[in-house]
């Protein structure tokens, strides 16, 4: 994945702002583990922010262990990605996103997940479907929460892109940012586990055979299989 996937900031953007897109890149995996971000200058047209503004962000992330800064001719600013992102903050914006507002994102991904199966299944190359259907392994190997998060996400966010829709991708993205981390959270049973690969694998077999309306309708399946779990993982932590 790529840097680029980052969506700017609207309005002006602040230094917390840069500080929220970067680390939920980087624990969505679209920017992996010891991958080097853009020049300042680049980085910061490419948020829409100032380079002032970047590099306060920088210093944050420096702080929190998601960056490391590297002097001399093969320095830069490289990503350090965390096995597993600390639980505390995702379990208070769980708790603090209300079960309405889960319904409304989930709304939302319903329309772009759907929208993106049914355009990858008409518009994907041999290559995107490749690596749909060998994207779907990360998840069945994966142990560890911060593992589940990037290969649930990353499958997602490939579909988006087999799509060749530059919005659908961008939205696809955000939403994975908001509602995936949360998903993963507690270390699910096997079984609900089994249910998103097995998900995933029906997906990109139907993308795989051009079947646009059956893909639609197993990414709008899986949407609200998600958003059921979600909701309980939601009451589970307010009865905290």
């Known amino acids: 994945m790529r840097a680029s996937l980052i969506s700017p900031l609207n309005g002006g953007g602040r230094a917390e702002g840069v500080v929220e897109r970067v680390s939920r890149a980087i624990l969505l995996g679209l920017v992996v583990d010891g991958e080097q971000l853009p020049t300042e200058v680049e980085f910061a047209g490419q948020l829409g922010v100032s380079p002032m503004t970047l590099r306060e962000a920088l210093a ?40 309405s507002k889960l319904r409304d994102l989930a709304d939302e991904q319903f329309a772009v997940s759907g929208a993106s199966a049914f355009l990858a299944a008409q518009r994907a190359s041999a290559a995107s479907v490749r690596k749909l259907l060998h994207l779907v392994e990360p998840l069945a190997a994966a142990e560890e929460y911060g593992d589940r998060i990037r290969a649930d996400s990353r499958f997602h966010i490939e579909v988006a892109m087999a799509s060749q829709s530059e919005r ?46 059956r893909a639609r309708a197993l990414s709008e399946r899986h949407v609200q299989r998600n958003l059921r779990r979600l909701i309980e993982l939601h009451l589970m932590v307010a009865e905290r």
Do not use: C, K, M, Y
Not at 70 to 86: E, Q, S
Not at 180 to 209: F, K, Y
């Open 60 to 99: 944050i992330l420096r702080q929190q262990g998601l960056v490391e800064t590297r002097r001399g001719r093969n320095g830069g600013t490289f990503v350090r990605r965390p096995v597993n992102p600390p639980r505390g903050p995702l379990e208070d914006r769980l708790r603090s996103t209300t079960a």
């Open 168 to 213: 659908l991708t961008r939205l696809e993205v955000n939403l994975q940012a908001e509602l995936t981390s949360l998903l993963w959270l507690p270390l699910e049973p096997r079984a609900v586990l089994e249910e998103a690969v097995a998900d995933h694998h029906a997906i990109a077999t139907a993308i795989a055979e051009e079947d646009g309306e």
